[in-house]
């Protein structure tokens, strides 16, 4: 009986993991990952016109942030906290459009406080628990 009862458990947790459908859930490694981003709550520009990209290893952040190259520490928590760190990164000029755009994104990353994650899109959040990033596998 206990054995059925840990298999019926188990069996919860595992599924409550993914969606059928490939929702998020909150929660989740991010280590090994990487992202193109799509989607932001700033009005303009549209980030998709830029190479604008996260790779997560064990606890470091780095990518392109349109013109620069970047990186540094983040954090996350087993219940979808999700925290950046001091965020460094190169210092080549680019057009006025696209040195926006890698502004927009690291205020934007350095607001993160939440995400979900899939197996296709990573969504960042802020504290009110508001889409701000969403990214795409690649």
């Known amino acids: 009986m206990k054995w059925i009862m840990m298999m019926g ?12 459908d490939g929702a998020g859930t909150r929660g989740g490694t991010l280590t090994g990952t990487a992202w193109r981003l799509t989607s932001w709550s700033a009005s303009s520009p549209d980030p998709s016109a830029f190479t604008i990209t996260a790779d997560f290893s064990d606890s470091r952040i ?4 349109a013109v620069n190259a ?16 001091a965020l460094s990164s190169t210092l080549m000029a680019g ?9 927009t994104y690291l205020d934007l990353l350095r607001q993160a406080s939440a995400y979900e ?6 969504t960042l959040q ?11 596998a690649r």
Do not use: P
């Open 9 to 20: 458990v188990l069996c919860a947790l595992w599924a409550g993991c993914e969606n059928q």
């Open 62 to 65: 780095s990518g392109s942030a």
């Open 70 to 85: 970047y990186g540094g520490a983040y954090t996350i928590t087993s219940a979808g906290g999700f925290s950046a760190g």
């Open 95 to 103: 057009s006025e459009e696209a040195m926006r755009a890698e502004s």
């Open 117 to 122: 994650l899939s197996s296709k899109s990573l």
């Open 126 to 136: 802020d504290g009110n628990h508001h889409t701000i990033l969403t990214f795409q």
